[in-house]
């Protein structure tokens, strides 16, 4: 069966385009966003790329030539100050989060912040702050809790078909030793954990609907970046177990494994979802695919569409906190040696 992005059951609605699309600006030209997220926002319902800022006035202007983008800055804070942007992108290093979301959000701009929205629990809550005192919304980007595939997984382990959900198993690695990435780097937020070991947190928590009571975690830390390169974590829900790895220094590979009481459920490209084909999960070994689709236009479109229509973000800020209290507790136990609870 095929599922496409506006499938209701698969929980994706897209709706009919507004006659305004929601004019947004990005901070920085990092690469998640000029070769995903602004290319797939610029084919969008809802959205239009306006500005792109650099501290480069040089590298704005030609990442705006090579995107079409119509407006460059030579600093993120001119962006801020240009009126016409409603909403901001920030796809900053993850040290810069906090910092230049609280300030977009300060200057009356709507946020979507990549992930892990910040490097601790204590600077996620000041974004709360910041969103209930100005009144603008606020949100992180896992552009996967709203991709067909994971809407429609949830919809099957709610329904009962392979039963109580009681256990996940999920996997995500690629191999990257370049001394001069931020995610070797571990002042600014690097490391296995917070780059890609957040989406294990995130999903287990989406599939349990639960938050976990408890958590062991282990790293392997690289010994010249001193980095996380490889955490392996244990989380303790009430209704069942998560057990995941993450790695910056193995082969790539992503999976994630969902086991019921009565059947199972296998999500073959859990993460890096593809743009070009369809996507597949496996019920008991039987193929459901989800039509084409492209993650980051879905998230966009849907936070666009919160902007318009006055309405949640799909993802509430709140989510952001609960993911990252998971986080710090599993460097916790890491340290300790012990279950930690977030």
């Given amino acids: 069966m095929s599922w496409?992005?506006?499938?209701?059951?698969?929980?994706?609605?897209?709706?009919?385009?507004?006659?305004?699309?929601?004019?947004w600006g990005v901070l920085g030209v990092a690469r998640i966003a000029t070769n995903k997220v602004i290319p797939a926002m610029l084919d969008s319902d809802w959205s239009e790329i306006t500005a792109i800022a650099s501290r480069s006035l040089h590298k704005a202007k030609e990442t705006a030539a090579s995107l079409g983008i119509p407006k460059a800055y030579g600093s993120?804070?001119?962006?801020?100050?240009?009126?016409?942007?409603?909403?901001?992108?920030?796809?900053?290093?993850?040290?810069?989060?906090?910092?230049?979301s609280i300030r977009a959000a300060e200057a009356g701009k709507h946020v979507l912040c990549e992930k892990p929205i910040s490097l601790s629990v204590a600077d996620a809550k000041r974004l709360l702050e910041v969103r209930d005192r100005t009144g603008v919304k606020i949100q992180e980007a896992f552009m996967v809790r709203t991709h067909p595939?994971?809407?429609?997984?949830?919809?099957?382990?709610?329904?009962?078909?392979?039963?109580?959900?009681?256990?996940?198993?999920?996997?995500?690695?690629?191999?990257?030793?370049?001394?001069?990435?931020i995610r070797n780097m571990p002042d600014i937020g690097g490391g296995a954990l917070m780059d890609i070991g957040c989406y294990l947190i995130n999903t287990s928590r989406l599939i349990f609907g639960e938050e976990p009571r408890r958590v062991m975690g282990l790293v392997d830390k690289d010994p010249n970046f001193g980095t996380d390169r490889t955490t392996s974590m244990i989380l303790d829900y009430p209704s069942g177990h998560c057990v995941g790895t993450c790695s910056t220094q193995m082969a790539a590979y992503q999976r994630i494994h969902i086991f019921g009481t009565r059947g199972r459920l296998e999500i073959e490209i859990p993460f890096n979802a593809p743009n070009d084909r369809p996507c597949r999960i496996f019920v008991d070994g039987e193929l459901?695919?989800?039509?084409?689709?492209?993650?980051?236009?879905?998230?966009?479109?849907l936070f666009s569409q919160a902007i318009r229509h006055n309405t949640a973000v799909p993802v509430p800020l709140?989510?952001?906190?609960?993911?990252?209290?998971?986080?710090?507790?599993?460097?916790?136990?890491?340290?300790?040696g012990a279950w930690e609870a977030p």
């Avoid at 919809?155 to 990257?176: D, H, T």
């Avoid at 709140?318 to 300790?336: G, L, P, Q």
Wanted: hydrophobic letters at 35%; charged letters at 25%; a negative charge.
């Fill in 4 to 23: 496409g992005i506006h499938n209701s059951k698969a929980g994706c609605c897209i709706l009919s385009a507004v006659s305004t699309k929601v004019r």
């Fill in 288 to 301: 459901r695919d989800f039509a084409r689709c492209d993650q980051y236009r879905i998230q966009g479109d």
């Fill in 318 to 336: 709140e989510d952001a906190i609960h993911n990252m209290r998971a986080i710090e507790a599993v460097f916790r136990s890491a340290k300790t």
């Fill in 76 to 100: 993120y804070e001119a962006l801020l100050q240009d009126p016409e942007i409603e909403a901001i992108y920030n796809p900053l290093p993850n040290h810069l989060h906090v910092s230049w």
């Fill in 149 to 181: 595939q994971w809407l429609g997984a949830l919809e099957i382990a709610r329904s009962g078909k392979i039963g109580p959900v009681r256990s996940i198993l999920g996997y995500f690695s690629y191999f990257n030793e370049d001394p001069e990435n």
